[in-house]
C-alpha cells in the first residue's frame, strides 16, 4: 500500500493543470474543498477537476469520495436546452489502479449511479465529463430511478430559485460489510447522499438515501451527515449552519415519499433495519449511551 500511495502521489504532482484541484475553487463553498477526516480513508486519493464539477477520486474504491458542483440557475438553463446523452467511460487521467470500467457494472444488477448529475452539465461537452466513472457508483435500479432523481430535480428546482447553492454527493459504506461488482471489485455503498449549501439563504442540509432495493431517504444536517460518512462537505461554512436543516424541498418526480426529520435519535429508530444499524454503526456509537 505504502508503493502504492507514493506512486498515487507522484502521479498526482504530475497532472495537468486542468485536472488540478487548485485549478478550480470556484467549485467549492468559500473556495474550500470537501474534507475527508478519515486518514485510511484519504490514502491514495487524487482530486480532479472538469469543467463543471470536480471529484476526489479514491483507488480503494474505484469511485469517487465525493463530487462537488457550484450549481447556478444560469447552466440550469443551457442544460435544460442540452440533449441528454453520453456513455460511460473509465477516466484515464487516473492510473490504471484507480480505474473503473464500464465492464464491472455489466450483468451486476447495479445501475451506474451519477453523483453530479447529467442533467445538471451545460452543454454537451460538459455533459460527456458527468459520464466518466470518476463520478459514478453502483446504486440499486430502485434507487437510481426512483428517490435519488427525485433528489437530483428537488435540488435543481432549489438553485433555480436561489440563483446559486454548492451541491456535494457522495457514496457512505458499511463499515462491516463489504459487497462488490465487477472484476475490479468496485465497493457497493449502503448509501448514497447529497448535501446543499446555500449562500443566499445561509443555510445548509443533506439528503441520504440507501442504496436497497427498497430505498428510503431523509433529510439532515450536514453535521450528522459528516459523522455518518467522515467527510465534511462544507470546511468553509460555519459549524452553526451546519448543525442545524435549512427548509429543504421534498424530493420531486419520485413514487417515494421523503418524510423531514431533524432529530438524530427519531432518524436512528426508523432507519432501525439491521442493514441501516451496520451503516450507521459509527453514527450510533457516538449518539448512544
Known amino acids: 500500500m505504502r508503493k502504492s500511495f507514493f506512486l498515487i502521489s507522484c502521479f498526482y504532482f504530475f497532472l495537468p493543470t486542468s485536472g488540478l484541484a487548485a485549478s478550480c475553487p470556484d467549485m467549492f463553498a468559500n473556495g474550500q474543498p470537501p474534507v475527508v477526516l478519515s486518514e485510511t480513508q484519504r490514502i491514495g486519493t487524487v482530486m480532479l477537476c472538469n469543467t463543471h464539477y470536480a471529484v476526489l477520486a479514491s483507488e ?10 457550484d450549481l447556478t440557475e444560469e447552466n440550469l438553463e443551457i442544460a435544460d436546452k442540452t440533449r441528454r446523452q453520453g456513455s460511460f467511460a ?45 463520478n459514478i457508483v453502483p446504486q440499486t435500479p430502485e434507487l437510481n430511478r426512483g428517490p435519488w432523481e427525485g433528489v437530483e430535480s428537488a435540488v435543481r428546482g432549489w438553485a433555480r430559485e436561489e440563483g446559486e447553492i454548492f451541491v456535494v454527493s457522495g457514496p457512505g459504506y458499511d463499515p462491516d460489510s463489504f459487497r462488490s461488482i465487477g472484476s475490479h471489485h468496485i465497493p457497493i455503498p449502503a448509501v448514497t447522499w447529497k448535501a446543499v449549501y446555500d ?3 445561509n443555510g ?3 439528503y441520504v438515501c440507501m442504496n436497497t432495493h427498497t430505498p428510503t431517504c431523509r433529510i439532515t444536517s450536514v453535521a450528522m451527515l459528516t459523522r455518518l460518512v467522515n467527510i465534511d ?15 429543504m424541498p421534498p424530493i420531486r418526480e419520485s413514487p417515494y415519499a421523503l418524510a423531514k426529520h431533524d432529530n438524530t435519535r427519531k432518524l436512528l429508530k426508523e432507519w432501525g433495519t439491521k442493514a441501516a444499524r451496520k451503516a450507521l454503526r459509527a453514527l450510533v456509537k457516538s449518539l448512544v449511551p
Open 60 to 69: 480503494q474504491k474505484r469511485a469517487p469520495l465525493w463530487s462537488a458542483e
Open 233 to 247: 462537505p462544507f470546511p468553509g461554512v460555519p459549524q452553526a449552519l451546519k448543525d442545524r436543516v435549512t427548509a
Open 199 to 201: 449562500p443566499a439563504g
Open 90 to 134: 473509465p477516466d484515464t487521467r487516473l492510473p490504471p489502479v484507480m480505474q473503473a470500467q464500464p465492464e464491472d457494472y455489466t450483468r451486476s444488477g447495479y445501475d451506474r449511479g451519477h453523483m453530479t448529475p447529467s442533467g445538471d452539465q451545460p452543454g454537451l461537452d460538459a455533459q460527456k465529463e458527468s459520464f466518466l466513472l470518476s
Open 204 to 206: 445548509t442540509g443533506a
